[in-house]
């Protein structure tokens, strides 16, 4: 089909939701290159907004999730599933989780990590039900986690919102301090916010909150839809900081672009969930997590870690070369691992985004920050020609 049948079908019958799309549909893909219907070739330094880690059509990749279609898609969490099994074992092994549950998107995961939180105080007999999270914080589009979300715009028009929800400014302890009351369930942050133009939190800022809800007995959640899976050279941001939830959540790039989302934690935390307290139909069925092993598989065996803190140093000097070159135009660069933001002076953040779509290079926009997060497969010749784009453009 060409662009413009398709712009006008999307149009006809499609909630408009999204206004306005990039001019462009994808038919293809292959490592980082998309092919656009119109046969052209794109560089994908978005990776769907932090999902397709391991690039598009990995071959290995594909051939994994082959084998599951051609066995089996769907049963149900009446029976035992060993793909769901062997995944929460990978999940518990490779980060701080004593227990896993599945899902099937980020906002889901979030909602179980909060439900958990409150239902580990309910289980104890104590009515703490409250839930501070961070201005600027992104957490989904469902009730209770836009009601997390610190965004007035994704708030205002959902009001009344769920009650119990707080948030206060992001990397200000103190804030955190004045809001805790005894009825506090948990706090819940990005490490780093993704959404909002990469805002990575202070370790300082983060050990901080361990100690405040150890010493208050609040559980702390980490949100790591994003920073999760490898994007920060660890396979977890928690890892990356070297400090530990209670409670995290982790989605998008877990299923390699097949839909799954996670919810890992401490075992003292995790047993407050009971047969009958939460559950799914779709959440951690074969072919979900036959895709989340396949991920891990192919991280072990193409070192994709290792991968990340390489390029990503590179990534970050190379930027920071242009930055110097451009201080008229580049206000600040901000990384964790591959989630990288430049953030440009407000007359030209629109307008370089847009040339970097017209030199076919994808990127997301956040407020002046240019927002990088490519598959975590990429080389430095991808991060080269990045730059050249980039530093031309500029
Ligand atoms: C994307 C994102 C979500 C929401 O995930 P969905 O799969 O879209 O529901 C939640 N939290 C963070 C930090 C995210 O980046």
């Known amino acids: 089909m060409e662009l413009e049948q398709i712009r006008l079908l999307d149009e006809q019958y499609y909630m408009n939701t999204f206004g ?3 001019n462009v549909a994808f038919d293809r893909g292959e490592g980082i290159r998309l092919y656009s219907t119109e046969g052209e070739q794109y560089y994908d330094f978005l990776g769907g907004i932090a999902v397709n880690a391991l690039g598009h059509s990995h071959p290995k990749f594909v051939n994994r999730l082959k084998e599951q279609l051609d066995k089996l898609l769907h049963t149900s969490s009446l029976y035992y599933i060993e793909n769901q099994a062997k995944l929460a074992q990978k999940l518990c092994e490779n980060s701080c989780a004593d227990k896993a549950f599945f899902c099937s998107t980020g906002a889901e995961a979030n909602e179980g990590a909060i439900k958990l939180a409150k239902i580990y105080f309910y289980k104890k007999g104590k009515e703490n039900y409250e839930i501070i999270s961070l ?3 992104f957490h989904g589009r469902t009730l209770a986690t836009v009601a997390a979300t610190g965004q007035e715009k994704y708030q205002k028009p959902y009001r009344p919102l769920t009650p119990g929800f707080i948030q206060v400014e992001p990397d200000n302890i103190d804030a ?3 809001a805790v009351t005894d009825k506090t369930a948990a706090i819940m942050i990005e ?3 993704g959404e909002s133009g990469v805002y990575p939190m202070s370790v300082e800022y983060v050990k901080k909150l361990r100690e405040l809800c150890d010493e208050k007995g609040i559980i702390l959640i980490f949100d790591e839809v994003q920073t999760g899976m ?14 530990e939830p209670d409670i995290f959540t982790s989605a998008k790039a877990l299923g390699g672009g097949i839909p799954i989302g996670a919810i890992g934690a401490k075992d003292f935390v995790a047993q407050a969930f009971e047969p009958g307290d939460h559950g799914t139909t779709f959440g951690g069925n074969p072919f979900a997590t036959a895709a989340g092993l396949g991920v891990f598989e192919i991280y072990e065996e193409e070192k994709i870690l290792e991968n990340v803190k390489v390029m990503s140093a590179y990534f970050m000097s190379e930027l920071e070369k242009i930055k110097e070159k451009h201080t008229d135009k580049i206000v600040e660069l901000r990384n964790a691992g591959l989630l990288i933001g430049i953030e440009l002076k407000g007359e030209y ?3 370089t985004f847009n040339k970097m779509f017209e030199k076919k290079y994808l990127t997301s926009l956040c407020k002046n920050t240019l927002r990088i997060a490519p598959p975590l497969i990429i080389t430095k010749q991808d991060i080269d020609g990045f730059i050249n784009v980039l530093d031309e453009i500029l």
């Open 176 to 178: 955190v301090y004045n």
């Open 135 to 137: 201005d600027k914080s």
């Open 349 to 351: 953040a629109r307008d």
């Open 191 to 193: 490490l780093i916010q």
């Open 20 to 22: 306005k799309r990039l």
């Open 230 to 243: 490898g994007r920060t050279g660890e396979y977890f941001a928690h890892q990356y900081y070297g400090v």
